[in-house]
């Protein structure tokens, strides 16, 4: 099976690329020294590789790729948009998932999706963040259609 080495690039560190390796189910990085011999092989340069982009995280919601979004809890769940954030919020409250001592679930189903984002953010139930996926100690990319995850170095 042919080879293909790429350049993921991270959109929150100009210095994170990692040069990778695909072949097959399987991915790896290698160093920008093994890189430059790979394409000078063939006649080019690092920057004629095809850029994928990494990500940090996935979605529990919309099952998408992310570098930014809401962490739930000390991190067992994520949530990409506000909309999503808001809907699994709003479903959590009816069902009981959390108590919220003396706080009604009618009280809060009937505060503004901001009114709600902002209770529970100050009630630690999540918080919004953004990774770097080049200092994570893993990181997903997409070359032609497949993931990979890929372990930092």
Not at 121 to 140: G, R, V
């Amino acid at each position: 099976m042919k080879s293909i080495l790429v350049a993921a690039y991270d959109v929150r560190n100009e210095d994170g690329t990692k040069y990778v390796m695909v072949q097959g189910d399987s991915a790896s990085i290698v160093s920008e020294q093994d890189a430059i011999k790979y394409v000078e092989e063939y006649g080019q340069a690092l920057s004629d590789l095809p850029m994928v982009e990494m990500f940090a995280r996935r979605c529990d919601i919309s099952d998408r790729l992310m570098n930014e979004g809401y962490v739930w809890g000390d991190g067992t769940y994520y949530s990409e948009t506000k909309d999503d954030t808001i809907v699994e919020l709003r479903t959590d409250i009816i069902s009981g998932a959390y108590d919220f001592d003396e706080v009604g679930k009618d009280v809060l189903l009937a505060k503004s999706d901001n009114e709600l984002l902002d209770y529970a953010y100050n009630e630690d139930i999540f918080h919004y963040t953004e990774w770097i996926p080049s200092e994570e100690s893993e990181f997903t990319i997409v070359v032609n259609g497949i993931e990979y995850e890929i372990e930092n170095d």
